[in-house]
């Protein structure tokens, strides 16, 4: 299929951002805060403008990540006399149909504009896709400085600052990760001399974690098996697990971060079964030069070359598991 799709400049896309059309700003299911942040950056930088718009998803983002838009909106639900009114539809993080749930099926006709920074994807409509940017928050941020260079706005919004050091530090795992760039360093530097309350924003991303969710971890580590002399790691957590522990997915969302963290492991991954039906989510997570995303899609997923994520129809987690496991095996 031929991709004929515009690809835009940021320029082009604050040009018509800056036309005053009710704007429905849709993000990934299973949201992170790169998701989040940029979804509600990019509603404040609309909203100080003039122009009405609702950030919306398929489903409800983690609790996690509510900080994130409170006294925004109280919730990202969408009803059908919300779509009809809506003149516009950017979609943020998502750089595949199938991330956008329910609402792609819905709605995939009339999407205008696509940000995204992932260099596996799928384009579906005119697009700027910058895979340099550490996270899709890094480019609001650059269409803010359009936006504030222009004299469109006085200023950036304390929100829009916010939500983007949220969505940089946490795809970027706190700055640890390869994807982290000098530009990046310098953004995150100039948000903080702006008056960002990092601090704060790092202890909510990082240090609020529910009981629930640490017996998920120790669930994980209890499941962990290494494979081709440590160099590959994977933790399986079934539908019966879930429903014994009576967590949540969001609740499942660390588990790739415990397997990734033991010593020498180079490809890591996650089999997670989110229903009783024979289907399975896989997080992986790279070190080094295996490049995960070329992994995941050959199931049909996608993401960065160091992390990834897809579905794989199995009878079981383990089977599951061995799928994936005999994909890596083959680049190791």
């Not at 031929?2 to 700003?25: C, G, M, N, W, Y």
């Not at 993000?27 to 909203?47: C, I, P, Q």
């Not at 990082?206 to 994980?220: F, H, M, P, R, T």
């Not at 995941?296 to 079981?316: L, Q």
């Amino acid at each position: 299929m031929i991709d004929h799709f515009r690809k835009l400049s940021l320029e082009q896309i604050a040009d018509e951002l800056l036309k005053p059309k009710k704007t429905l700003v849709l993000f990934h299911v299973r949201s992170d805060a790169d998701a989040v942040g940029s979804a509600f950056a990019l509603r404040e930088l609309l909203r100080v403008m003039g122009v009405p718009v609702y950030c919306a998803c398929s489903e409800e983002i983690p609790e996690r990540l509510v900080f994130l838009m409170d006294g925004a909106q109280g919730s990202v639900l969408l009803d059908d006399d919300m779509i009809i009114d809506y003149e516009r539809i950017v979609t943020v993080d998502s750089a595949s149909p199938s991330q956008l749930g329910s609402l792609f099926s819905r709605l995939h006709k009339d999407v205008d504009i696509m940000i995204d920074h992932h260099a596996a994807g799928s384009a579906y409509a005119d697009n700027y896709i910058d895979p340099s940017a550490a996270a899709t928050g890094e480019i609001i941020y650059e269409l803010a400085e359009i936006f504030l260079k222009r004299g469109d706005i006085e200023q950036i919004p304390m929100r829009v600052m916010s939500c983007v050091y949220a969505a940089i530090n946490s795809d970027t795992g706190s700055f640890r990760f390869s994807n982290t760039t000098p530009k990046t360093m310098c953004i995150a530097a100039e948000l903080m001399e702006n008056g960002v309350d990092f601090s704060t924003i790092n202890s909510l991303l990082y240090d609020s974690k529910s009981l629930v969710q640490l017996k998920a971890e120790g669930e994980a580590m209890r499941s962990l098996r290494l494979y081709a002399d440590g160099q590959v790691a994977s933790a399986v957590f079934p539908f019966s697990l879930k429903e014994e522990l009576g967590a949540e997915d969001e609740h499942l969302e660390t588990l790739i971060d415990v397997v990734r963290s033991v010593s020498g492991v180079e490809v890591a991954f996650v089999v997670k079964q989110s229903t009783n039906e024979p289907r399975f989510r896989v997080s992986l997570r790279s070190k080094n030069d295996v490049d995960v995303s070329a992994i995941c899609a050959r199931f049909g997923g996608g993401g960065h070359k160091r992390a990834a994520g897809c579905t794989v129809e199995a009878d079981s987690a383990e089977e599951a598991n061995e799928i994936v496991l005999n994909e890596i095996l083959k680049r190791i």
